[in-house]
């Protein structure tokens, strides 16, 4: 005989579970009464709908259940870091055409665009090749642009930041000297100008 420490009733050994050839503290039915409750569905067996992708499924697991399989559990987490990282970024402008960069972009990401990227590498390379100085970085046009205040320095007149190429108001450097009289590509030698401005002006001299 021995007493369930959960019924505290005296029973036969034969009432107990063995384990390993120890025999359990609690009685048969004891035990059973509690793994039942423990494992009994906690919620109906309807049909739901599942909170990522909308799609109806009848639960299968013991316990409740809110997406109908685990790559929907899965990408909803993703989803919500995601959402979550990209809240986070702060506000940042393009070093090409300084419109404001989508919080989509990585968080390194420089340019709003592939376009503005290749842009502002292929003016570098020309300012470098023009200076004559392999190597040394170029300098963007934003720097320049905002230094400038955007007012072009011929006509004295804002400059449209969003105008592109072959827009005659479209940003533009210009050498304050020449490339073809002597003068560099370093910032001091470098002012914004539109496009037309510096197209009339040519290789003059101001």
């Not at 316990?63 to 899965?74: H, L």
């Amino acid at each position: 005989m021995k007493k369930c420490s959960k019924c505290k009733e005296e029973k036969n050994i034969d009432q107990f579970y063995v384990s390993k050839g120890n025999v359990n503290f609690w009685c048969k039915p004891c035990y059973k009464s509690w793994h039942l409750a423990r494992y009994k569905v906690a919620y109906t067996l309807d049909e739901k709908e599942c909170i990522y992708c909308a799609v109806m499924y009848i639960p299968k697991a013991r316990r409740e259940t809110f997406y109908c399989s685990r790559i929907c559990k899965d990408l909803h987490r993703k989803h919500k870091d995601k959402v979550k990282r990209i809240g986070s970024k702060k506000k940042r402008t393009c070093l090409h055409c300084s419109k404001v960069i989508t919080r989509e972009r990585r968080s390194d990401a420089k340019f709003c665009s592939q376009e503005c990227n290749s842009k502002a590498h292929q003016l570098q390379r020309k300012l470098r090749t023009r200076a004559n100085e392999t190597g040394k970085r170029g300098y963007l046009r934003t720097e320049i642009c905002e230094r400038d205040n955007w007012i072009c320095q011929i006509c004295k007149k804002p400059v449209e930041r969003n105008a592109h190429y072959p827009n005659p108001q479209a940003p533009s450097l210009d050498h304050i000297i020449p490339v073809s009289k002597g003068g560099s590509s370093e910032p001091s030698n470098l002012q914004l100008t539109h496009l037309v401005c510096n197209l009339k002006r040519g290789n003059r001299e101001l």
